[in-house]
């Protein structure tokens, strides 16, 4: 087995009655590393972590965590990854000490080295003050710190992070993003999933990119990135109308379609050279008497690169954020 | 090995490793985790008081109605003291309704990810539902307790401690088989809010076309048919024998090959539908 690589997914395929979730996907994570897995909703990041933790069974496919095969030494593989899934898993009624100290008896940790892990992890995650306390009156970012410190009792050194920062706030989730840097700074392997780009950008040294259940790209953020257009130009047209007509004109300057949005009267051109372009692009506007309200020049993110991958789904997907609760029903 | 290197000992040290270990200590971890999962389950009952409350409140409630507002007419056909027939009816009523409760717990655990939890740690896989089961009968256990210190005080009595004991373990007994009935349930309704009613409707025709409250003489055939051969008047008779002082072996025999039964069908069912539906 090679143990550089403590993830590895190989061709794994998964449906769901009619519904194929997983179709072959392959990756394989560094040990050590941090692998950001981005996709839309539904795009199967959950069905993946699941199959890689031992909870769900692919149709077809190999699975090894840890050089272990996990569908076939899933006992073994579970002393070894943690795991925090998409919805916090805490127990309500339990006080956060509580939900520590029974996760690591339930690892088989004597009793007085569980209670001694849940103080030290209580510690690290800022949990201390609460620590005594049902998890009822904690907050969404507490349950969330709570879940991840969860996963962190036995000391894995495979860990896999189902979205860790959904439905969290700005601070909160740049805490977290704290956190999880700390964690993986000791050679812990880390599998992330995450529908936000910034933080695969943040975090993962590799990204993988899935939509409907299929690997569309991968590399690292700067690999993702050089692929792209050197330059974007955000463009709001004052009269969200003439949105159509801006667009055509501007289509000359790039290479591909500019991307629009009628009500907002957005259009965003990918050129060459942005500093060129701008002078051009307010000539060939203003030439046909359409006002410019807003123009920025900007450098690729890793949003245009999703976007430019994934199409049209995820603008969709975002127009509309999806709120998240913490130890909610899951949503079929 | 010593204090010192447990507690100092590099990560892995912090969990024993399963597969090195022996089918004795295989065993044990099974004992021991369902006795973690049960004792988690349990402290739902001591942090939330008053769930056990009304769970007893209510059955005390009908006990009392029971026995001043039918005593007089019912006193008649059961030929005796109505709440020493009342009593075990209601102590086997009571231990039913609480092992449905293990629908609706294994219902939200499944909801709220919690299942899955357990599922990615290297714990005993029998031990989410064994611990389950056990919890709910001890609560059971605990709420006809209760029930029979609050008939005691209003004229119930043993007629003999040794079967009167007997009875209330029979009972118990009959309450653990049903958890695993409601187990199955609870992982077939999945939705907890489902799970509420599918958890103890099923339990209204069983308790009422039974003989717990009333004898079944003045039924009409069909349903009588039903109710004196349905295991809930089985037990009941049973229970209600062993409490009076009688010791009715074929009774108890029957008694046990029902409980016995239960089990031996529902916890394979509610096992397979577990792996089924935590892995779907
Ligand atoms: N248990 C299930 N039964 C039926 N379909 C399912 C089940 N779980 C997932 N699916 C479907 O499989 C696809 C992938 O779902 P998955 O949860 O893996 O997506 P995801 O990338 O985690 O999405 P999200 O960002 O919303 O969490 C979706 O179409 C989903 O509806
Ligand atoms: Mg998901």
Redesign the pocket.
Known sequence: MPQNESIIADNVVKH??D?K?LDGVSLAAETGKVLGLL??????????VRILTTLLKPDSGRVVVGGLDVLRQKQRVREIIGLAG?YAAVDEILTGRENLVMVGRLYHMPRHIAKQRAAELLEQFALTDAADRSVKTYSGGMRRRLDLAASMVARPNILFL??PTTGLDARARIAMWETIRELVSDGTTLLL?T?YLEEADELADLIVV?DH?RVIAEGTADQLKANMAADFIDITVANPLQVAQASELLRPLSSEAPQTDDQRGHVVLSVESGVQSVAEVVRLLDGEDIHIAELNLRRPTLNDVFLSITGEAIIEEEAKP?RRGFGRRRS? | MSQHSLTSAPAKALVPMAGEAGVLKHLWWNFADTYIVMKRNLMYFVREPQLLIFATVQPIMFLVLFTYVFGGVISFSTGGDYINYLMPGIVIQSIIFASSNTTVGLSLDLSRGMIDRFRSLPMSRAAVLAGRTAADTVRGFFTISIMLMAGYVIGFRFADWGTGLAGLLLAVAFGYAFTWISATIGLLVKDPEAAQVAGFIWLFPLTFASSIFVPTRTMPDWLRTFAENQPVSIVAGTVRELMTGTVNPDGIATSLAWIIGIVVVFMPLAVRQYAKVAS?
């Open positions: 769901f009655g519904i979730a996709g839309p909703n539904g795009a199967g990041k959950t069905t993946l998409q189902d979205e999933t529908q899935i259940g999806k079929a | 779907r």
